[in-house]
């Protein structure tokens, strides 16, 4: 009896060995992922590419700020993915690893090396210009949390292109004009990781209009002459304006529809200056 009952033990794990050995050696090895690297970048997002693992189910993505600790932000079963809900102008790390799932649950490779990447910062806002001689004006406009620096562009319409005229930190530029106006200008902000820039949004353009009137101060109607010839319409609907005070200086505000667009203009009364233009889709 004692006999027969060994032989049956040894025959039990004679099966037990051989439904091991079945299982593939490598049902939970997960490779490492490699080559990642970064797509694109916005002031809110980060787009990274990897080479995928064989026979992975999917992957895990963490990011931390400069400072900060990792957390894990997205799961993906791609070889890419958008790592959205960033702070714009900052700086992050980047890794990702792959996973198998198997009978003992999900199980994880080692994580990728990890990447630097910086989102870039927010747009310039409230971008404005004040005449300080027969030829320079003043752009002022609103700090930028985080960024780097500035850049300053004039419109070249013999060229028909946005030329950059200044490179600075500051928050204001004093910059050349001609006697019968004319000129646009816009600035967007930049911060710098490695040596390369990493852009916002431009800011709405302000256009320099030489003096309209000797009285000292442009009617309505002339207000009205600037803001639908810088526009480039002529049927408008719904236009309102009105004469206020901003920042210390009379100015008029108005408002209208053209086509599928709504317009939004800021001229100063006293001489014709465009402070503020804002072009929209009209839902």
């Known amino acids: 009896m004692k006999k027969l009952s060994k032989v049956l033990s040894i025959a039990l794990a004679g ?9 593939p050696a490598n049902a939970a090895s997960v490779a490492k992922v490699k080559n990642l690297k970064v797509v694109s970048v916005d002031d809110d997002e980060i787009n ?5 693992v064989k026979g992975a189910a999917g992957y895990q993505i963490q990011v931390r700020p400069e400072g900060g600790s990792w957390r894990t932000v997205e799961y993906s079963n791609k070889g890419r993915e958008d ?14 690893r792959a996973y198998k799932n198997d009978v003992s649950g999900r199980k994880y490779g080692s994580y990728s090396k990890a990447i630097k990447s910086t989102t870039d910062p927010d747009e310039v806002y ?19 949390p985080g960024a780097d620096g500035y850049r300053v562009y004039k419109y070249n319409s013999n060229e028909g292109a946005w030329k950059r005229v200044a490179k600075l930190k500051g928050t204001s530029k004093n910059v050349s004009v001609s006697k019968n106006g004319g000129e646009r200008f816009r600035v967007r902000a930049y911060v710098i990781l490695n040596n390369k820039y990493y852009y916002g949004d431009a800011s709405d353009s302000v256009k320099y209009v030489a003096a309209q009137a000797s009285s000292g101060q442009i009617s309505a109607a002339k207000a009205k002459e600037i803001a639908l010839k810088d526009a480039g319409v002529s049927n408008v609907r719904g236009f309102e304006i009105e004469k206020d005070r901003e920042n210390g200086i009379l100015v008029y505000e108005i408002d209208f529809n053209s086509g599928r667009y709504e317009y939004e203009y800021v001229i100063d009364a006293s001489n014709g200056n465009i402070l503020h233009e804002h072009k929209e889709w009209d839902d």
Request: charged share 25%; proline share 2%; aromatic share 6%.
């Open 83 to 96: 790592i959205d809900d960033l702070m714009d102008a900052t700086v992050y790390q980047i890794r990702v």
């Open 48 to 52: 990274v590419k990897w080479s995928k």
């Open 126 to 144: 409230d971008l404005s210009l004040k005449k300080v001689s027969s030829s320079k004006v003043k752009l002022s406009w609103n700090p930028v």
């Open 15 to 23: 099966v037990m060995l051989s439904s091991v050995a079945a299982l």
